[in-house]
């Protein structure tokens, strides 16, 4: 029944009033301008339309049923204020009655027989298959709703559609647009790679003794040794370690740390080397590192482990580049990486139907972005006050 009305009227409605269970609205009394829940202070306004507490209060009591289901019991002060829930209902607030300003400005207003016809349809309110006005109201009654209440959500809820739908008729993808999205999410490929880092290059420094001894006589340095270990005793990385057992490694790691420039120098050195010799174990051990091969991913999320994303990686390994080693850098350190397997798509096994599929979900992902990027312009514009007090929970 749920997701049925929600295929009716969208997510913000049945939102707002699935959170008593019992839904019903009475069938008269379209849109009341002069109708208002009880409201003490404001919690803000958008572009000086006001957001009582009374109707932020409602949010807040939803989101949180909302997340009690999703963790199977109660959602307490200090979990409320960790998912940052009376913002981001808040926030909601303001999108929708951006949209619903904004869909008035459009002229994109739904008329009375619109919504009086998705209401008769529900099945919720339906007897024998057809609307019955008698248990609409009783619903109505047990739940302290005002028919315009309901009303003025469905109407708010199809403008906001409308705006949506709106900007859904201006997006269009082409046949060529479908193939490379749908190759950049079944193409994959995995290289070898050897990452060079921080880590890495620090174990190819040659600390001896007197370097150690020279650390520890600076009290500063000393100290911060300490404040490591302490650190790795609670993490467990030291338990049952003594300090005398370990203060040279991590005496190694801070001084390894000092000396990051000559180690990025050296991991380019050694990038450069291995370019020329990919795969020679002794020169992958001299550099303090290791030959490594990723998973088979596709171009959309291909990443590196340790490295992360790489734009020009990633293109090298799909358009042939990679066939040979190569180096990239980042900030996180260098790699010299080389396509390992590729798995290509062949267009001529590829179904129709799995096509069509790709087509809808790319034009649903660029509809939904182009709408997202207006929706920032809009709310950029917009004057926003917030009760900062009741939005914080000091008044609750």
Known sequence: MIRAMRDKLGPWVVGTIMGAIALVFVFYGVYNPKYSGPTATSAGAVNGEPISVSEFSKELNRKTQQFQQMFGGKVDLAQMKMFNLRQMVFNEIVSRKLMVQQAEKMGLIPSPEQIRDTISKMTAFQKEGQFDKLTYRKVLESNNLAPSQFETMVKQDFMAQMVRDYFAGTINVSDADTKQDYLDQNEKRSVKFVLLNQATGGATLKFETKDFETFFKDPAKAQLAKNRFDDGVKSAEYKDKKFDDVKNEIARDILSAEHSEKIRKNNETFANELIAKFGDAALIKRAGAKLETSQLQ????????????????????????????????????????????????????????????????????????VFQEWMSQVRNKAKIEVNQNLIQGENS
Do not use: W
């Open 298 to 369: 596709p171009k959309s999320t291909f990443s590196i482990p340790g490295f992360g994303e790489n734009a020009e990686l990633t293109e090298a390994a799909f358009n042939g580049k990679l066939s040979k080693p190569m180096k990239f850098v980042s900030p996180l350190g260098v790699v010299v990486a080389q396509v390992k397997e590729a798995k290509n798509v062949d267009f001529s096994k590829v179904k129709p139907e799995d096509l069509a599929k790709s087509k809808r979900e790319l034009l649903s992902k660029k509809q939904n972005q």
